[in-house]
């Protein structure tokens, strides 16, 4: 039986800024952008998130709703430089390391660089040596597979360590709120509640038949991760299927003149990051959000790979064109590659658009 630890650090980016401003500690510290911008939250401090606050709620709505909180940019340098210094502290127990983000992995310690046989006893380890490290707290998950290692480190936040072992798997997943259930959002999470599914025991109560009829394909995930299944191994060597750049605008656009400005600049800087990393797409992606947050995505298949600021730029502007809506303002717009050149299969993670 394998032996998985999820590590999740609390509020990280908020806990970062606390720990460098001291003055910051007990306040409602809101990481992201300014309240009167069109900047969203990051993450905030566990006494904003009592105010309903949350990460990707538009900071002009977190200030509505907590006009206390004391907003900060985000310094991703420092956040990248704690980072790596956390992972330099889980490499020194396993090499089987998945980053999921700079904030949380997934580590199999079933075998280990000190013998050591409890999965618990290296989990409490970890956290010690990064708060003595960091001086951050983490919260911890330790099971025999990855999903019940997620909802483990989720389970006692902040600063928590759960121990899901098969004998209370079952009893912890029955229990579970459904939107807690990693991998089921908040539109698939209504659509269980219109079927009756309020927490794992009646999602369990569904045969696998029942659930790919309402959910496809995904829905044989459903039906394994609450009998407590899931077989995914921790992949410490992954290449991304996609790259992308995006811009929020201070002020929505609504001429297709002042988007085009905009996309040859998202261009340059998405042909500049591929070559800096010496690879290359035939996938394009358009990304446009509206003012009202509705977003849509289009795809063109490229003749060939291309890393080329001019023929991203000109397939980009096509797509625009095509898709533009002379009716509706713009807040965001971004252009991404995929199907890289470095893909070896199709298992392989998607970098999130």
Not at 170 to 180: A, C, R, S, T, V
Not at 229 to 257: G, H, M, Q
């Amino acid at each position: 039986m394998r032996r998985i630890i999820h590590i999740d650090m609390d509020a990280y980016y908020a806990s970062i800024e606390i720990r460098e401003d001291p003055s910051l500690k007990g306040k409602c510290v809101i990481v992201g952008g300014s309240p009167n911008s069109r900047g969203v939250v990051t993450t905030c401090s566990y006494e904003a998130r009592k105010y309903g606050v949350h990460s990707g709620m538009p900071s002009s709505q977190a200030w509505r709703l907590c006009p206390q909180g004391i907003f900060v940019h985000n310094d991703f340098s420092i956040y990248k430089q704690v980072s790596k210094e956390i992972r330099e502290i889980f490499y020194g127990w396993t090499d089987k390391v998945e980053p999921v983000s700079l904030d949380e992995a997934y580590l199999d310690v079933t075998t280990n660089k000190h013998d050591e046989s409890s999965a618990v006893t290296i989990a409490q380890k970890i956290k010690d040596e990064i708060y003595s490290k960091t001086k951050l707290t983490c919260s911890a998950g330790v099971s025999y597979n990855k999903f019940l290692a997620k909802i483990g480190s989720d389970y006692q936040k902040p600063d928590g360590l759960t121990v899901i072992d098969e004998e209370r798997a079952q009893e912890i997943l029955f229990g579970l709120p459904i939107e807690k259930f990693h991998g089921i959002g908040k539109v698939t999470a209504a659509k269980m509640r219109k079927l009756g599914v309020f927490s794992g025991k009646e999602l369990y109560q569904f045969s696998l038949k029942e659930l790919v009829a309402h959910f496809g394909k995904v829905g044989f995930f459903y039906y394994n991760v609450v009998r407590g299944i899931d077989r995914r191994e921790v992949i410490s060597d992954w290449e991304p299927k996609s790259i992308s750049c995006e811009n929020t605008f201070s002020e929505d656009i609504a001429d297709l003149d002042g988007l085009i400005v905009w996309l040859r600049r998202i261009s340059q800087r998405l042909a500049g990051r591929m070559r800096k990393q010496d690879i290359t797409g035939s996938l394009l992606n358009l990304k446009l959000k509206y003012a009202n947050f509705e977003v849509i995505t289009r795809s063109m298949q490229l003749p060939y790979f291309t890393n080329d600021e001019e023929i991203i730029y000109n397939y980009a502007e096509q797509l625009l064109v095509a898709n533009w809506d002379s009716a509706r303002p713009v807040r965001l717009l971004g252009v991404g590659l995929g199907k890289l050149d470095n893909e070896e299969n199709e298992e392989q993670m998607m970098l999130e658009f």
